[in-house]
């Protein structure tokens, strides 16, 4: 369901509200046409801004009420859209004016990152706009004055763009607006940026200082924030670009050929594959890298994704880096590559750049897009465009206190994002008192994803957040784990078989992915000691219970969401407290294992009680969920929880050493020598008894 709310005059009765989305691709275009030709017609309100409508792939897409208007793509399915807004009726709008929006609208169309690009074409269709604007008897007029310092913005931008390089061009274009507009904060930062690039770092900084003092000036003079001053982040972002470009000035690193000063506009377009690092049998980590974008990140405190682009076809992806990382070109992404999936099959071909300079390229990826507003945990809401929330009215939603958050296979990723911002504390959107307790769903303890980084984290803040893992095809026997590890490996493998060049970085039973501290402990009352898919008896033991500030995230499989759901209901959870983190867009589902990339592809979730194995296991589940409700009510339990994982890092790290020592003298180790049979190292019974194979790692490595 699309959340959105409206910020400006409601339109009148004549008229629908448009919300439109503004996760897909080309919605700039759609939602400056809109905003244009609604300004034209008396009985429309201003568009709305609003989530994700599950339709990516089709979009851009927009919303009537209930009903979503799919491929708005060109301007003439923009007008269909105010027709039917208006009941089929024809917007009444001067052909001359309809004549300027159009151009915008395809000049705005044709620098969209993608295979139609054409930065040039854009030029030309700007530069008509501007002078039949240039040439409207009612040029002066104020209306008419900023829409020419909107299309003169624009043509600054395509003129700066890697395709024409035009700097001079770019900058007389915002120096016209700033003839017009003295006092304009944020056109000195786009003019700071340009020189940036043009490696002129000493004007560079003057207009970024003079963009940060009338930015600060606008938010003190006026009530509340203006629509013209930075917000906290931007300031920030303003500053730190301050003291590097002094420091740039003082190394003299502005010299011709030099790349401190580049820049990757706002960070769409191609990324590179640094390196890659193996999780699972099926999954990835790919960190990329990219110069730094010259913006800041949009949603620095919210939760956000990003869409991948190879030809024609499109997935979403919330990165397990941070917004910080991105501002420094940084970003990884945790990719479960499937079999016959459209898009992972190609990430699966992607190879590290110092191995292949060719095959190193994500061709597209796009800026960041809004995934939930925090922390209401509203989904995918955002403002009009040009305005701000007045932090005094009210939300509708008591304060976030307390958060549950229950996950299934790589819908941890958007509740890793959630888990960071709480452990933040005073500096996080949620600030210093909330709690969160995450329940993670595997099927085995080698398909946990992100270990580490949940360790890391539920360190960071003990006894404010508490992770649980439930493994629900768990062995405890360590040959029937080996076997089973094997076969999910040799399937996989055999799976992609046909796919050419593929790279070799996932794991294997024999290259298994190793922890930075521990292997995962699976013992009664441990992180991992719950067993069988969440139940209502494990929900209600271990998340918050319902009240006021409470509220609870659900993120994996759509079965997932609607079964536990009915669980939630049952323990007295309302409706209103519930989240879905969607995992799938709609057309991933309706297109089940035929669309390759959706987990439904590989496993639907069915929940249903744990029955007892063969040998007795899960035959104590309940026994297990008492264990882990024991250590979720016991402050002190919780914080030696959260700790002892991390605490055995340095015992880890000390062990490393010794047998690097060990390797790396310049007597070859062999079996008399002390770490091989010592107490140090491997004993003749310990390499009979290991049972988790960790002493491949911890020998060969």
């Not at 095809?473 to 060049?501: I, K, M, V, Y």
Request: aromatic letters at 6%.
């Amino acid at each position: 369901m699309t959340v959105s709310i409206q910020v400006s005059a409601i339109a009148s009765s004549a008229g629908n509200l448009i919300t439109v989305c503004r996760s897909c691709a080309g919605s700039d275009a759609l939602l400056s046409d809109i905003e244009e030709l609604c300004a034209q017609v008396q009985n429309l309100g201003a568009p709305v801004i609003g989530g994700c409508l599950n339709h990516c792939s089709e979009g851009p897409n927009c919303a009537i009420d209930s009903q979503v208007l799919y491929r708005n793509r060109t301007f003439e399915k923009s007008l269909e859209v105010v027709r039917h807004s208006l009941g089929g009726s024809e917007p009444l709008v001067p052909d001359d004016v309809l004549r300027r929006i159009q151009l915008k609208s395809d000049a705005m169309r044709s620098m969209e990152c993608g295979p139609d690009q054409n930065m040039a074409k854009a030029e030309e269709l700007l530069t008509v706009a501007i002078h039949l604007e240039l040439e409207s008897p009612s040029a002066d007029c104020k209306v008419h004055r900023r829409w020419l310092c909107d299309l003169r913005s624009l043509r600054a931008r395509v003129r700066a763009s890697a395709a024409l390089g035009d700097f001079d061009g770019a900058l007389s274009d915002l120096g016209d607006i700033l003839v017009e507009q003295p006092e304009s904060a944020h056109t000195f930062l786009e003019k700071a940026k340009l020189l940036r690039r043009a490696k002129r770092p000493n004007d560079a900084l003057n207009c970024l200082t003079k963009a940060l003092e009338l930015g600060e000036k606008l938010s003190i003079s006026e009530d509340g924030l203006d629509s013209k001053s930075f917000s906290p982040q931007e300031c920030t972002w303003i500053r730190s670009s301050i003291e590097s470009l002094k420091d740039v000035i003082a190394l003299g690193d502005a010299a011709e050929g030099n790349s401190s000063a580049e820049d990757s506009g706002d960070g769409s377009g191609r990324w590179k594959v640094v390196k890659i690092t193996g999780m699972s049998v099926d999954t990835c980590i790919y960190h990329l890298e990219n110069s730094p974008p010259a913006e800041p990140h949009p949603y620095p405190k919210d939760a956000w994704h990003i869409s991948v682009r190879f030809g024609a076809a499109s997935r979403d992806y919330t990165p397990i880096s941070n917004a910080l990382d991105w501002e420094r070109g940084r970003l990884d992404l945790l990719v479960k590559t499937y079999v016959d999936g459209e898009v992972t099959r190609k990430f699966a071909t992607l190879q590290p750049f110092k191995v292949s300079q060719g095959s190193c390229w994500v061709p597209m990826v796009t800026v960041p897009k809004l995934t939930l507003t925090l922390p209401n945990l509203q989904e995918g809401m955002q403002l009009q465009s040009g305005c701000r929330q007045d932090s005094s009215l009210p939300t509708g939603r008591p304060e976030t206190s307390q958060i549950g958050i229950v996950v299934g296979g790589t819908g941890v990723v958007p509740a890793l994002q959630i888990l960071r911002e709480v452990a933040k504390g005073i500096d996080g959107a949620f600030g210093s008192v909330c709690k969160a307790v995450l329940v993670y769903a595997s099927r085995r303890a080698c398909d946990v994803l992100a270990l580490d980084e949940l360790r890391a984290v539920e360190a960071s803040a003990p006894g404010r957040i508490v992770v649980w893992h439930t493994l629900t095809d768990h062995r405890e026997d360590s040959g029937a784990r080996d076997l089973e590890a094997q076969d999910a490996s040799t399937r996989f493998s055999q799976g992609l078989s046909s796919l050419p060049c593929r790279h070799r970085f996932f794991t294997s039973f024999w290259k298994p992915f190793v922890t930075e501290s521990v292997p995962l402990r699976t013992g009664l009352g441990e992180e991992a000691g719950l067993r069988g898919r969440p139940t209502a008896a494990m929900l209600g033991a271990l998340l918050p219970k319902p009240g006021e500030g409470v509220r609870t995230l659900v993120s994996g499989p759509p079965q997932m969401w609607d079964d536990v759901r009915e669980m939630l209901f049952s323990l007295g959870h309302l409706d209103a407290s519930l989240v879905e983190l969607k995992s799938l867009s709609a057309e991933q589902i309706a297109g089940g294992a035929c669309s390759g990339d959706s987990k439904l592809a590989g496993e639907k979730f069915v929940v249903k009680p744990p029955s007892p194995k063969q040998g007795g296991e899960f035959a104590d589940v309940e026994e297990r969920i008492q264990a882990a409700h024991a250590v979720a009510v016991n402050d002190d339990a919780l914080r030696r929880k959260s700790a002892s994982a991390v605490a055995q890092v340095a015992v880890q790290a000390k062990v490393s050493t010794v047998a690097t020592t060990a390797i790396g003298s310049d007597k070859s180790p062999c079996w008399q020598d002390a770490w091989w049979k010592g107490t140090g190292g491997w004993s003749a019974d310990a390499w009979r008894n290991s049972e988790d194979r960790a002493w491949k790692t911890a020998k060969w490595n």
